[in-house]
């Protein structure tokens, strides 16, 4: 036991085998984190995407890394160019990789090197109905979710559609790390809350960081 590795993280709750909260983790960063987010913006844009059946995803987003995560009439994949811009995506700023790695190391997975990272935003309304990632090759290394701005009640389901989810709170910078056998679970976000955050207003940005290829 290392008591000091844990001195930034106010809570840590197991959600599942493989998966953990890490309460406020994020906190000394967070702010700095949120700094970055225009100027990727500015790069490559926030976008509501289409799906396969010809619908709008309410949470808007735009990755940044290697690859990305897209979705349009043809379905979802990871492609190594912004189809908005015809661009490679922005690069994962340092201290978002930083993050990402402290977080993962911190859940027992040391070395994490992310090449996507996803930025989600949600405004009041929106919500992500439950789903699995499965879109990435590697299922093996772990994903990590940092939450910024408004709260808002994360669904946390099992490894079958059926199995029903459990609602947990996320905060200003909590991090989750989901790794092996809760990599896999159905999870998506119920409703953020009302009212308006110091640094992002109204709105919640999720920061998801994965190995996609
Ligand atoms: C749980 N995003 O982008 S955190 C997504 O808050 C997504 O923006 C949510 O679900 C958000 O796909 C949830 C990220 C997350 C990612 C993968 C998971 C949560 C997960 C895999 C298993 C369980
Ligand atoms: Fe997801």
């Known amino acids: 036991m290392q008591p000091d590795l844990f001195a930034d993280t106010r809570s840590r709750i197991d959600l599942g085998p ?8 994020a906190l000394a960063e967070a702010e700095a984190l949120i700094g ?16 396969r059946s010809g ?29 908005r811009t015809d661009r490679p995506w922005p690069a994962i700023p340092p201290r978002f990789l930083a993050l990402a790695a402290g977080a993962a190391a911190q859940a027992g997975y040391p070395g994490f090197v992310p090449d996507a990272c996803l930025v989600n935003r949600y405004d009041a309304e929106t919500k992500l ?13 772990p994903i990590v979710s940092v939450s910024l701005g408004q709260a808002a009640t994360f669904l946390w389901g099992g490894l079958s559609r059926s199995d029903r989810p459990r609602r947990h ?45």
């Not at 309410?58 to 994949?77: H, I, K, L, P, Q």
């Not at 909590?174 to 092996?180: R, S």
């Open 129 to 141: 109905s439950l789903h699995q990632d499965m879109d990435e090759r590697d299922h093996s290394a």
């Open 18 to 25: 493989g998966a953990v909260l890490l309460g406020g983790f």
């Open 55 to 83: 619908g709008r995803l309410s949470v808007a987003m735009f990755n940044c890394g290697e690859t990305g995560w897209v979705s349009d009439r043809r379905g979802y994949r990871y492609q190594a160019i912004d189809p």
């Open 169 to 213: 709170r996320v905060l200003h910078a909590d991090v989750v790390v989901w790794g092996e056998p809760s990599r896999m679970v159905f999870h998506g976000v119920d409703s953020v809350e009302r009212g308006t955050h110091p640094l992002t207003g109204p709105c919640r940005y999720n920061l998801t960081f994965r190995k996609a290829r």
């Open 36 to 51: 970055e987010i225009p100027a990727l913006a500015a790069v490559s844009g926030f976008r509501h995407m289409e799906t």
